[in-house]
Structures are given as structure tokens and as C-alpha cells.
């Protein structure tokens, strides 16, 4: 009942803005003249800023059109939206949150010049995260790879179940549900044993889904609850910037990452979409260092936590372990595309094949010509994407892209049983990505997100052959089947191809 109470409260308030916008500017029409001269001269000004802007030109055109189109209002819309503003304090607090991430990644034993020496050819790429993500090399690390949220699932109420010293959890989605009760009795009960048990939720994500009572219990018990960027207001553009991370840390020993969240249909309980399709990793050693600190900088950023205890380094030796792995991060704060510019590395670098899957697939310029030139060039490029949508204009613009790439030799595969949420690339039988970044524009540029860039290590294997074996519940897209448009589906699609950055 109070969620519906905030959600009409949420409403009144944008209707209310809107109003406050609107009215003026029909009130003004009858000087519509002047005014037109007026407006025009400053959206005019506005479209020279944003070309001066050194951004993904993707960005601009939608809001260059809106600019140039609609003079008499675009400019504002522009103000409200087109730009992030963080104020100083924000930033500072972001400075301090970098700070705090490189010293805690310095302690870690950051394995770059011994990859250097075991894989030279990857060097670059950890080289890059190193640079510019603040992101160490880690060995000593076993991983092992979920293929499905059921088995991700029992994986993690087993580790829960073992909790000794503190649980860290951060998620874009806690749901009622099977999965959520589950996880709150464990939660409930490590706490009455004295484990700290912290739980940070993003606050549009979890809208009308994550019941105040069950919230109210868990805070009732002990366990520290974090409402990520809390909604207000439609109006902020803020919105945008969600916490789209999921990490589970146990122990500081280990950690889990990947696609699913806190709800039943990740773990096919329940079946909006048919069959959900969904994977994760999970990490145990000296990598879980990497999602421990990606979890407190964040949540110093909404908290009054000041600093990374020693307390939660891992302290498990993994026997036998093989490879690499780089736990990473990509704030939308700061003017670095951790997760695009990754993708574009593994993409660019392969050499022999490179198998995607991802539920969105929403391409700047730059993307697409780097997966047509893969192919050109005789890399094996193939890619996944789901046999049903969650959401009708995103799956027809996912399929807009489908003809081009298909031409440049790219194989396309929609997975028939229902939906694919899993967010992963392996390549070369050498390196692979697993994480929660999509291939759209919302997961590259604006959301918080977290992935495991991972190489010369036995689970690659398992996630090649994960690809491998989900195909033959794939249908192979061909150019005829792309071809097959309505007339209003062949209108429709340049308008969503043109605001893509902004959906």
C-alpha cells in the first residue's frame, strides 16, 4: 500500500513540474514572434555546444534534433535532461570514491607483469583496466561459471548458509518472492550470530517491488539497509544513473557476479517472458578483493562509511589455480567507458572467433563497425539475443541491427524458449567477460555496472561451451526474416534508431 502511495506521489510531483514548465510557454504563445527569433537563436547556441562536446556522437544527434525540430521548448527539455549534473559535492565524493578504490586495488598482489610474461597478447587489455579502471590482476582465484539462475542460486544460499564474519550484497532488483524470502531468513539469522550483514538496493529498480515491510525486518533484525539513489523525481535526470550492479561478497572469500537478481524469474519460479535464460560466475580467492572494494567505494558514495577495513581482504589460498581475472567497474560520474571500451578491446583483439550474448543489443557506430570488421576479417563473430522481449520498442530496435551486421558475415541466434538476460563474451578459447553491462547505450554510458574480465583460465571452456549448447534452442536469423517488416515496423524503426542513446 505505501509503495502505490509513493508511486501516485511520484506522479503528482511530475505532473505538477510538467505544469510549471507547460503552462508558461502556452501563456507566451501570443508573443510566439519574438519569442520564436528568440528561442531559435538559443537552440542554435545549444546545437554549436553540444558539437564542441568531445562525447560519443551518438549522444548529440537525438538531442541536435530536438534542439533545431522544436526550438520553442527544446532547449529546456535540453537543460533538464541532456546533461549529468553532479554538483560539486557529488564530484568531490566520487573523487574521494576513486581515491578510496585505487588505494584498496594497491593492496591487492596486482598479477599484471606476470601475464604480461604468461600472455603477452592480452597484456593491453589488462593494461587499460589497470590505467584507467583502477583495476588490479588478480591469481590465487578459482571460478566457477552458472550457466542458469537456478544453479547460481543454490550456489549462493550454500555459501550464505557458511557466512562467518559479514555478507555484502548489492543488487538492481529485490523482488517478493521465493527467492528474496529465502535470502532474508539467511540474512536474518546470520545477523542474530553477530555477522554484519550490509544490503544496498537501487531504488528504481526495486520500485513497487521490494515491500517496505520486508525492508522494515530486515532493518528490524540488524541487517544495514542502502536505498541507491533514491527516487524523488522524474525530473532530475539523475534517474538515469542506477546501480545495475549485482554483487554478492561472503567472507571477503567469496563473491558472485553476473546477469541475475533478487527475483523469480531469474531463477525461473515464475515466467513473464517463457523461459529465462540468465548466467553468473563465482569467484573464491584473492579476486573477490575486486567486487569487495567495487561494494564499499559505492557505498561510500551513500553512506557514512569512511574507509576499507583490512578486515574484509579474502584470506582463502586457493590450491591449483589458474589464470587471470579483473573484477571491474564503469560509473557513469566519471568520462571513462570502462565497459564499452572493453567489449571494443576483446572484439578488436580476436582472432579466431568471439561469441556474444546479451539481451539488448542497442550498437553506437563504433560498435557495429567493429563487429562487421571482426567478421570481415574471418573472425567467427556470433551473437545471442533473446526469442521474446521484455520490452516491445527495445526488442524491435535490438532487431533493427540485425540486417546490417548479417551482412558483414555476422551470425545472429535468438534464443526461442523465452527470454536471454545473460551478459557475456568469450573469445578465442583465452579470454572472456561476464558481468551485468548490456550492449546498449542505458548499461554503457549510463548505469552503474560491474563484470569480471577473465583469461587463460579452465572456465572459459565452460562458458564457450555454455554459447555452444544454448544455440540449438536458438533460431539462426537471416536476411529474409529481417526483411520481413511492416510498413509502420520500416517507419517506426529510424525514430527509435535516432533516439537509441536515450531509451
Same mark, same amino acid.
Given at each position: 500500500m505505501k509503495k502505490t502511495i509513493k508511486l501516485l506521489i511520484l506522479a503528482a510531483v511530475v505532473v505538477l513540474q510538467a505544469a510549471v514548465i507547460i503552462l508558461p510557454l502556452l501563456y507566451l504563445r501570443q508573443f510566439s514572434l519574438p519569442l520564436n527569433t528568440i528561442f531559435t537563436v538559443i537552440s542554435m547556441l545549444m546545437v554549436f555546444y553540444l558539437i564542441r562536446l568531445d562525447i560519443n556522437p551518438a549522444y548529440k544527434i537525438p538531442w541536435i534534433f530536438i534542439l533545431l525540430v522544436f526550438p520553442f521548448f527544446g532547449w529546456i527539455v535540453y537543460g533538464m535532461y541532456g546533461k549529468n549534473y553532479f554538483t560539486r559535492k557529488e564530484r568531490r565524493r566520487f573523487a574521494n570514491i576513486g581515491r578510496m578504490y585505487m588505494d584498496a586495488t594497491a593492496l591487492a598482489n596486482?598479477?599484471?607483469? %606476470?601475464?604480461? %610474461?604468461v600472455i603477452p597478447y592480452r597484456y593491453p587489455e589488462a593494461k587499460y583496466l589497470m590505467d584507467y579502471g583502477n583495476s588490479a590482476v588478480y591469481g590465487g582465484t578459482s571460478c566457477k561459471y552458472f550457466s542458469c539462475g537456478e544453479d547460481m542460486y543454490e550456489a549462493l544460499l550454500t555459501e550464505l548458509a557458511k557466512a562467518e564474519n559479514f555478507i555484502f550484497m548489492e543488487y538492481f532488483i529485490i523482488e517478493e518472492g521465493k527467492m528474496f524470502s529465502q535470502i532474508?531468513?539467511?540474512l536474518i539469522d546470520k545477523v542474530k550470530k553477530g555477522v554484519e550483514v550490509r544490503l544496498m538496493y537501487d531504488s528504481l529498480g526495486s520500485l513497487s517491488k521490494a515491500k517496505d515491510n520486508s525492508i522494515r525486518l530486515l532493518k528490524a533484525a540488524g541487517v544495514e539497509c542502502y536505498e541507491f539513489n533514491r527516487l524523488i523525481s522524474l525530473m532530475d535526470n539523475r534517474y538515469n544513473n542506477r546501480d545495475h550492479r549485482k554483487i554478492c561478497v561472503i567472507d571477503g572469500n567469496v563473491g558472485f557476479t553476473g546477469g541475475i537478481n533478487i527475483a523469480d524469474e531469474y531463477i525461473n519460479e515464475t515466467h513473464p517472458f517463457g523461459k529465462w535464460k540468465d548466467s553468473a560466475v563465482m569467484l573464491k580467492g584473492e579476486g573477490v578483493w575486486g567486487l569487495t572494494i567495487m561494494f564499499l567505494t559505492l557505498l561510500y558514495g551513500i553512506s557514512d562509511v569512511k574507509k576499507?577495513?583490512?578486515e574484509y581482504r579474502p584470506h582463502l589460498e586457493v590450491a591449483n589455480s589458474a589464470g587471470f581475472f579483473i573484477p571491474?567497474?564503469?560509473?557513469?560520474?566519471?568520462d571513462e567507458a570502462n565497459g564499452r571500451n572493453v567489449y571494443l578491446n576483446?572484439?578488436?583483439?580476436?582472432?579466431k572467433y568471439v561469441y556474444i550474448m546479451s539481451p539488448y543489443l542497442i550498437l553506437d557506430n563504433v560498435l557495429v563497425v567493429a563487429l562487421e570488421n571482426a567478421a570481415k576479417s574471418g573472425v567467427d563473430v556470433r551473437i545471442m539475443t533473446p526469442g521474446k522481449g521484455?520490452?516491445?520498442?527495445i526488442y524491435l530496435l535490438t532487431r533493427s541491427y540485425y540486417e546490417p551486421l548479417i551482412k558483414a558475415g555476422v551470425k545472429i541466434y535468438e534464443y526461442t524458449p523465452g527470454f536471454l538476460h545473460s551478459k557475456s563474451m568469450v573469445s578465442d578459447d583465452e579470454v572472456a567477460v561476464v558481468g551485468t553491462i548490456n550492449?546498449?547505450?542505458r548499461s554503457l554510458a549510463h548505469h552503474y555496472e560491474d563484470a569480471v574480465w577473465m583469461c587463460g583460465t579452465p572456465v572459459i571452456n565452460d562458458i564457450k561451451e555454455d554459447f555452444c549448447t544454448t544455440i540449438s534452442e536458438c533460431r539462426e536469423i537471416t536476411l529474409e526474416f529481417c526483411r520481413k517488416k511492416s510498413i509502420f515496423k520500416s517507419l517506426l524503426i529510424p525514430i527509435l534508431r535516432l533516439f537509441a542513446p536515450m531509451l
Open positions: 596486482n598479477r599484471i607483469d %606476470e601475464l604480461k %610474461e532474508v531468513n539467511i576499507i577495513s583490512e571491474f567497474t564503469d560509473y557513469p560520474i566519471d576483446l572484439i578488436n583483439r580476436a582472432r521484455d520490452k516491445k520498442l550492449l546498449d547505450y
